[in-house]
């Protein structure tokens, strides 16, 4: 579910005791650059402002652009927890040409000779996209099968069998059409590969097609209007305070459910990693009303530890975050 953006605290933004204090471990939002990997972008995050551990929640192809939400220090524990939300795309794709990898990297395969697809058809086929679908993973995506990611199978030559996931899509609008261009918004489940989408849309047109530009706008309740420029991190570095523009990891998790751990005595306990069973028994069927893991938190806001109260083992019951 996309929610309302997600932003560091602002100036003007009330913020609670545990946004006042700076932190080293939250989300920071990126706005990917073209032709940059997601592991680079990482790796420059790591290196110029020195943090121990950095990881991204959800790679974008290197031609791709826009929101790359990237976990810092502590914060790679959430990781997990972010990676599956809804994705929000625009992206343009040329029909009536195809290429080997469904985009503009690739090489060109074949090429339509008949005529243009008029907006009525095409906007008809997208009809035929939306809802629960099974899709086919693209012969150049990083998936591992028998070992090896599935592009080193294809560009050793080696033609393997590629698996088929079950994805959704809650939206796809048609926002611009004039042959051969189109631009589409598109509002998808985790996993969807949107390359592999619009050549499943060109295929069913009959004329084939590879997506020319690819922007991430938002992933959950992130959004790209509160990204930064891989230019803006790179400045960071003679920057002491770079910190203030990290969303602490209690307000990356938000959308879950919390409770309030009001007894100091608790919170003490709760540190080693040890759950008051008189208190859990309270708290138990609040905690297990849905799928998600419970926040337990400080008065002030602070997140003490995740709760799985129906975790199969006690050990994964517990993650504790002071």
């Not at 009809?127 to 012969?139: C, D, K, M, T």
């Not at 996931?165 to 590969?193: F, M, N, Q």
């Not at 008051?276 to 003490?304: F, N, T, Y």
């Amino acid at each position: 579910m996309i929610d309302e953006p997600l932003a560091p605290p602002s100036p003007g933004e009330p913020a609670t005791a545990a946004d006042q204090t700076l932190v080293e471990d939250g989300v920071l939002l990126i706005d990917k650059p073209a032709s940059m990997t997601s592991h680079t972008v990482v790796d420059k995050v790591r290196r110029w402002l020195r943090v121990r551990k950095a990881g991204h929640c959800g790679t974008l192809d290197p031609f791709a652009t826009g929101l790359l939400v990237v976990c810092v220090n502590r914060a790679t524990r959430i990781a997990d927890l972010l990676t599956g939300d809804d994705k929000v795309y625009r992206f343009e794709m040329q029909l009536g040409v195809e290429t080997d990898t469904h985009d503009p990297t690739g090489e060109e395969i074949r090429r339509h000779q008949g005529a243009p697809v008029a907006r009525e058809d095409f906007a008809a086929v997208l009809e035929r996209f939306r809802g629960s679908i099974l899709q086919e993973v693209p012969a150049h995506a990083a998936v591992k099968v028998r070992g090896r990611r599935l592009y080193e199978w294809t560009r050793s030559g080696v033609d393997v069998e590629r698996p088929s996931r079950r994805i959704t899509i809650h939206r796809l609008e048609l926002v611009h059409y004039h042959w051969p261009l189109a631009v589409l918004d598109l509002r998808c489940s985790k996993g969807t590969y949107v390359r592999r989408l619009a050549a499943d849309i060109g295929n069913m047109l009959g004329c084939g097609a590879h997506v020319t530009r690819l922007t991430r706008l938002a992933s959950g309740p992130f959004h790209l209007d509160a990204a930064v420029s891989m230019e803006e991190v790179q400045s960071w570095r003679a920057q002491p305070q770079w910190q203030s523009r990290l969303i602490p990891i209690h307000r990356a998790l938000d959308h879950l459910p919390r409770i309030i751990v009001e007894d100091e005595h608790l919170r003490r306990r709760l540190r080693q990693g040890i759950l008051d069973p008189v208190w859990e028994e309270q708290h138990r069927q609040a905690a297990e009303a849905g799928d998600l893991p419970v926040c337990l938190v400080s008065p002030e806001g602070g997140l003490l530890a995740l709760w799985r109260p129906a975790a199969p083992d006690r050990k994964r019951q517990l993650r504790v975050f002071s």
